[in-house]
């Protein structure tokens, strides 16, 4: 049995993963697939996946390549979500900023740099037309520490994926104002280069195993239901995030990644746009 590590969010997107292992199908092909779940996001993925606490990382196509650019050994094996993560712009309930202008200079809570909520302030920022040199930031942590952040007055504004954050919307913590989809793919599985050197065949059962249940996840009877159930949200609200999520069972083509390094790039994020085969395996 070959044990290997894997992270990602405590979101929706990944119940296909524990699917799979709650059904035995990695322990049927000899791998012992070890879910960690990673509530900080991106951010500490990509110091995990540097420091070998992972091996694999279901991750924010943004953030791990802008790891890779700064020198994270790790590749993209595959795009896992197509679609665009819809990121919602919240503030707290009773503040006073009303719309998306009204955030202008103003602080933003981030999980910590590196982070989704941390790269997408600046693709948001670029949106509005704002000046990117001017965004503050204050450390959360998690989704907890945004809450405690709004609520105090710490921060002024939090990014976090829409539908995942509306049970806080509903229960009157937070009010969005705004959207900001990615203009990208937002999900992609990343593997450490020492894994994929040595252990190459393994990564591709891991892939076919997981494809093989995105590919019919929407199809599963009442997965709305189980969905809402595990996530504490709306059936509503999850019938609605499920028609507009696609999973993907392909590697991340050239004309995309280059989109994402030229807008980092242009943000400052990344200092240097890198050949494709640098990012992709």
């Not at 809570?109 to 040199?133: E, F, K, P």
Request: charged share 25%; with cysteine.
């Amino acid at each position: 049995m070959k044990t290997i590590k894997i992270a990602g969010v405590p979101e929706h997107f990944n119940l296909p993963w524990h699917f799979c292992i709650d059904d035995g199908e990695f322990e049927e092909a000899g791998i012992d697939l070890q879910w960690t779940d990673v509530p900080e996001g991106t951010g500490k993925m990509c110091q995990m996946l540097r420091d070998g606490e992972t091996d694999i990382a279901v991750i924010l196509t943004e953030g791990i390549v802008k790891d890779i650019t700064a020198g994270n050994s790790c590749k993209i094996v595959q795009v896992y979500v197509k679609t665009p993560l819809i990121w919602g712009v919240h503030v707290a309930a009773n503040s006073s900023y009303k719309s998306i202008s009204d955030l202008k200079d103003k602080k933003a809570a981030i999980s910590r740099y590196g982070s989704g909520s941390h790269l997408m302030s600046y693709v948001n920022a670029q949106n509005n037309n704002w000046d990117t040199t001017k965004l503050e930031f204050e450390i959360v942590n998690t989704i907890d520490g945004a809450v405690d952040a709004l609520s105090n007055e710490k921060a002024d504004y939090f990014m976090w994926e829409r539908f995942m954050t509306k049970p806080l919307v509903d229960k009157g913590i937070f009010r969005k104002i705004e959207e900001c989809p990615t203009p990208w793919p937002c999900f992609v599985i990343a593997v450490r280069d020492e894994v994929l050197d040595n252990d190459p065949y393994i990564i591709e059962q891991i892939l076919e195993i997981i494809n093989a249940t995105t590919e019919e996840f929407k199809q599963i009877p009442s997965i709305d239901r189980t969905l809402a159930s595990k996530y504490n949200q709306k059936l509503e609200d999850i019938q609605e995030w499920l028609s507009m999520t696609n999973w993907s069972q392909k590697q991340i083509d050239k004309k995309t990644l280059e989109k994402v390094q030229n807008q980092l790039h242009t943000l400052k994020i990344i200092e240097k746009i890198v050949p494709f085969e640098m990012i992709v395996k």
